[in-house]
C-alpha cells in the first residue's frame, strides 16, 4: 500500500492529492492520500491568534501528528511524504519511526530547500534517510546529489488536473486580450519586473492585466495598467482564468528558479493558453519540447514583441492554445504521470513493498 502525505497550506494541490493516488491505483498500486495532518488544528495554530503558535505547532504537535496519520500503515507499505510537510525539526524522528516500523520512505521534494537556511539541514538528513528521494525535474535532482552524492533521487514529473481547467477554454477568449498571471503572492515580485514592459505594450495595444494571486498586489500593479485582481482559489481557478489569451510567467535566472517545476506554466497550457516566459529551468524545456505552444523571450524588446504578436493576432492565440492543451494532456496528464510514477517505483524495486 501506497500511503501519499501532503502538507494542507502548499500550492499545487493537483499535484499530489487524490488524484495522484487514484492515478498509481490505476497503475496496479494500492494508493491512498491524506493530509499529514488535521487542517484545524494547522490553521488553528497558525492563525497568528495564539502566541508562538506556529513554533508549538512544529516543535510539538508535528511529529506527533506526521506518526497518528501513518497509524494504519505496517511493515512492507510505502510511507511518500511531500516535503512541504515534512516535520520542521532538524532530525526526522517521525520519519526514522516509519522506518523503524518496516516501512518502506520516499522523501518528495518540490523545491530547492537546500537553498533555504533553516530547511537544509533537515532536508539533508531526510535526503540520507530515504528509500528514495523524488523531484520534479532534473535540475533538482542534481541539486539533491549536489549535498547527498549517496542519495537514490528519481524525477518525478508534477500532474495537473486537465479536467479541472478545461472549462476555462470553453468560454474562449474575452473580446479584448487578458494577459494573465496566476501565483503564489511569495512570487509577485516576478510579475513585477515585467510592470515596465506591460505598461509599453498596453499603450500600443490595450489589454487587461489579470492577476489571480492569494492577497492583493501592491499599487504599482495598477498603476498605467488595466488591472484585474482576482483572489485564488483552487476550486474555481477554471472560472477565474476564463477568457484569458495566454499566460505569462517572468522569473529571473537564479539556481533556487532552475529548479522550479514549472508549476505555473503547466497550469497555463492545460488551461489551453499559450505561454510567454523566462528561459529558465524547465519552464524552457517544456515549451521547447511544444514547439509551437509559447514563446521564450530573453530580452524586454523580445517581451514586447512577444506580448504583441499574440495579442494583435487572435487566430495565432487560438491556434497555440490548442497545442498547448494537446500537448498537456499528453505530457502531464494524470493518466500519463501515472504510467510513469509506477515505472520508476518499478525500476528502484519499492514496487514490491508497495503493493497491499
Not at 34 to 57: D, M, Q
Not at 278 to 295: C, K
Request: a positive charge.
Amino acid at each position: 500500500m501506497i500511503f501519499l502525505r501532503a502538507p494542507v497550506e502548499r500550492s499545487g494541490l493537483d499535484s499530489f492529492g487524490p488524484k495522484t493516488a487514484q492515478a498509481l491505483t490505476k497503475q496496479g498500486l494500492d494508493s491512498s492520500f491524506r493530509n499529514l495532518w488535521p487542517a484545524s488544528i494547522y490553521w488553528l495554530l497558525n492563525s497568528g491568534r495564539l502566541p508562538y503558535g506556529r513554533t508549538i505547532f512544529r516543535n510539538i504537535f508535528a511529529s506527533f501528528l506526521a506518526v497518528a496519520s501513518l497509524r494504519k500503515a505496517k511493515g512492507g507499505d510505502l510511507a511518500w511524504i511531500l516535503s512541504f510537510c515534512s516535520p520542521y525539526s532538524l532530525s526526522p524522528c517521525a520519519e526514522a519511526r516509519f522506518k523503524s516500523r518496516g516501512l518502506r520512505y520516499v522523501f518528495h521534494i518540490m523545491d530547492d530547500w537546500f537553498d533555504i537556511d533553516n530547511l537544509r539541514q533537515g532536508t539533508i538528513q531526510r535526503c540520507q534517510l530515504a528509500n528514495l528521494v523524488g523531484v520534479p525535474t532534473p535540475y533538482l535532482r542534481a541539486r539533491v546529489l549536489e549535498f547527498v552524492p549517496e542519495a537514490r533521487v528519481a524525477v518525478f514529473e508534477e500532474p495537473i488536473d486537465l479536467e479541472r481547467l478545461k472549462s476555462s477554454s470553453v468560454c474562449g477568449l474575452a473580446e479584448k486580450p487578458v494577459i494573465l498571471w496566476c501565483g503564489n503572492p511569495f512570487n509577485l515580485e516576478h510579475a513585477e519586473m515585467l510592470l515596465g514592459v506591460l505598461r509599453q505594450v498596453h499603450r500600443v495595444t490595450p489589454f487587461v492585466f489579470r492577476l489571480i494571486c492569494g492577497q492583493k498586489p501592491p499599487q504599482c500593479f495598477f498603476e498605467g495598467l488595466t488591472t484585474e485582481w482576482l483572489p485564488f482559489c483552487h476550486e474555481n481557478e477554471a472560472s477565474l482564468i476564463a477568457g484569458s489569451w495566454l499566460g505569462i510567467a517572468p522569473m529571473p535566472d537564479s539556481g533556487h528558479n532552475r529548479c522550479k517545476g514549472a508549476y505555473k506554466v503547466k497550469t497555463y497550457l492545460a488551461a489551453s493558453l499559450p505561454v510567454v516566459a523566462s528561459p529558465i529551468g524547465f519552464q524552457r524545456d517544456l515549451l521547447e519540447e511544444g514547439n509551437g505552444v509559447g514563446l521564450l523571450p530573453t530580452s524586454t524588446r523580445e517581451w514586447s514583441e512577444a506580448l504583441l504578436s499574440l495579442i494583435q493576432n487572435r487566430a495565432r492565440v487560438i491556434e497555440m492554445g490548442k497545442r498547448a492543451e494537446l500537448y498537456a494532456r499528453a505530457r502531464f496528464s494524470y493518466d500519463s504521470i501515472g504510467a510513469s510514477w509506477a515505472n520508476i517505483l518499478r525500476a528502484h524495486d519499492l514496487i514490491t513493498f508497495a503493493k497491499g
